[in-house]
């Protein structure tokens, strides 16, 4: 497929998704969410791809939603179109997704960010949720997402004064896994990813549904969760594979289907 506002990128089992309106710093507008849709579908439905990394330019990852696209929209344009939802297919995404952050990272840029499973950042990344500055408030996600990464101090800081913090701020308060240099973030996300494709993909996307589960429900409900689907595990021929192969002393040999 082609696309107007990303480039879409297969290499080895890892799917590369690169945000592409370097005009705009890859402002996220309806086109991009579109396209963002249209590939995530693609990589999700590929048996060859194991992991989605989602990147953007030196300079951003996103400085935004699109703000001359909202700029003059009223409060129904914005309801009857439920704006912003279709991003939820980015987060409900069951493959592992890897957010690769170099610049820029800025309101609805941080959103989507966070929606990924794991966020890499280069030294040179910025976030912050600055939507407060233009009249309004995080809209794809970050007044939860935010909060239940860094908790209620740095969120709240960020959220009402509209500071950008870096990327060593972002590690301190658990906003990032790990800052890598600006110049190797692309071939850190893809070592991260093929790693990833290197597991078991279903165990892989269970994994993550195990991990997810943590923010919807109670600690009681999450782990009879966990172990319910732990137990489903024995029913597939990668536990069999993964621990035949560790007693037998060779590299397992997993699914990827
Ligand atoms: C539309 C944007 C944009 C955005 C940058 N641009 N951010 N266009 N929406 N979010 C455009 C600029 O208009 C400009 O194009 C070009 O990108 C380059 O940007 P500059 O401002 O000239 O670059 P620079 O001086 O380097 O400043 C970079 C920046 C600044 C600090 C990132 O662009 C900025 O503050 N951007 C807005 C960040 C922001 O507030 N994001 C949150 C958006 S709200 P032209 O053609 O004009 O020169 C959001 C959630 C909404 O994301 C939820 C509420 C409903």
Redesign the pocket.
């Known amino acids: 497929t082609d696309f107007e506002t990303i480039l879409l990128e297969r290499k080895g089992r890892v799917g590369v998704i690169t945000l592409n309106r370097p005009?705009?710093?890859n402002?996220?507008n309806s086109q991009v969410l579109k396209d963002l849709i249209v590939a995530l579908d693609e990589l999700e439905a590929d048996s060859g791809i194991g992991a989605i990394v989602l990147t953007g330019s030196e300079r951003?990852f996103a400085?935004?939603?699109?703000?001359?696209e909202?700029q003059p929209q009223s409060y129904m344009d914005m309801f009857m179109s439920d704006f912003?939802s279709g991003w939820d297919r980015l987060a409900s995404a069951r493959k592992p997704t890897i957010a690769a952050v170099a610049g820029?990272a800025?309101?609805?840029?941080c959103?989507i960010a966070m929606m990924c499973d794991i966020l890499l950042a280069a030294d040179t990344a910025k976030f912050g949720q600055?939507?407060i500055?233009?009249g309004?408030?995080?809209?794809?996600g970050g007044s939860q997402r935010l909060t239940r990464a860094v908790g209620k101090a740095k969120a709240m800081d960020l959220v009402l004064t509209g500071r950008t913090i870096d990327a060593e701020e972002a590690e301190r308060a658990g906003l990032v896994s790990r800052i890598v240099p600006a110049a190797e973030l692309l071939d850190e996300a893809l070592k991260v990813g093929e790693k990833i494709a290197s597991m078991s993909l279903p165990v892989a996307m269970v994994a993550k549904e195990a991990v997810n589960r943590s923010f919807e429900t109670t600690l009681s409900e999450g782990i009879r969760f966990e172990r319910r689907v732990f137990h489903s595990l024995f029913a597939t021929e990668d536990q069999t594979e993964g621990m035949t192969a560790f007693v037998e002393k060779r590299k397992p040999n997993f699914n990827h289907r």
Do not use: S, W
């Open positions: 005009k705009a710093l402002a996220l951003a400085a935004g939603a699109d703000i001359k909202m912003f820029y800025l309101g609805g840029g959103e600055p939507e500055t233009l309004v408030i995080p809209g794809i």
